[in-house]
């Protein structure tokens, strides 16, 4: 990783170049940037969007799956077959249901030129949707994982105590879960802001995500253009370090439940 960074770095700032003479120069930065605070954009409201829904549905389907034990298979099943789909699977049926000639439209019956924008619109929903239902397994697996072990005794105790349902899901539950939940959507966080299949698949054209962007330039004929997917590659990894290190001192403190 470390190799590839400085790779990054250096071909960017021009002092390992396809061609011509090695020299520092921050030109590549200076060419992409227009187009590279759009992309970020973009990248961060489909990454703030998709993390959101999956730690909130994760939590939920986590905190249920708990209650009803291993009773209910269906749910277990339910959650545990997102993960082993690859995200392009995934981003692809949500493309096959959600477009204006999708299933979802011919179940409701709606002409294709009244349905909505959902893949490729200025709205990236179908993208976020995508992310969403894969992320969230993940996010109720890991949550479950940290709860199980001692969420049972710490309620009964709240509860023989006096608590309410409502004070044990916020004094008990919640900071038991909450080192894991960030955990996990710091992974979300970062896995979407580089993830550039399923925004490719159902993104729209522009403005483009960094990943999109990145992959854009790198395949160009224009060989002088390199340098400057180095630099859009660099700014995806600087926000996923920058999501990860604010993430890391919450992980590691954790949170004690009252």
Not at 27 to 39: E, N, Q, Y
Not at 223 to 234: E, G, I, K
Request: hydrophobic share 55%; glycine share 6%; proline share 7%.
């Amino acid at each position: 990783m470390a190799t590839a960074l400085g790779a990054l770095l250096l071909t960017a700032t021009g002092l390992m170049p396809l061609v011509g003479v090695p020299s520092l120069s921050a030109d590549s930065f200076v060419a992409v940037w227009p187009d590279l605070l759009l992309a970020a954009r973009e990248s961060l409201v489909i990454a703030v969007a998709a993390t959101t829904l999956s730690v909130t549905v994760g939590f939920a389907v986590a905190l249920l799956l708990l209650t009803t034990g291993s009773q209910n298979r269906l749910l277990t099943a339910a959650v545990a077959t997102p993960v082993p789909i690859a995200h392009l699977v995934g981003a692809a049926s949500f493309g096959l249901l959600l477009a204006d000639t999708g299933l979802a439209n011919r179940i409701v019956g709606t002409p294709p030129d009244q349905w909505p924008s959902l893949v490729g619109g200025p709205w990236p929903v179908a993208t976020v949707a995508a992310f969403a239902w894969k992320e969230s397994a993940f996010t109720a697996l890991v949550v479950t994982a940290a709860l199980a072990p001692s969420i049972r005794d710490y309620t009964d105790a709240a509860k023989l105590l006096g608590a309410s349902a409502t004070a044990r899901a916020r004094h008990v539950v919640l900071p038991l879960a909450a080192p894991a939940l960030v955990g996990a959507g710091a992974i979300v966080f970062c896995y979407t802001v580089g993830s550039y299949e399923v925004v490719w698949l159902l993104g729209r054209a522009y403005p483009e995500t960094l990943p999109v962007s990145t992959f854009r330039l790198f395949g160009s004929i224009d060989v002088t253009s390199r340098p400057q997917a180095a630099a859009t590659a660099l700014a995806t990894t600087a926000l996923a370090l920058v999501a990860a290190c604010a993430a890391l001192p919450l992980v590691r403190r954790g949170v004690r439940p009252r």
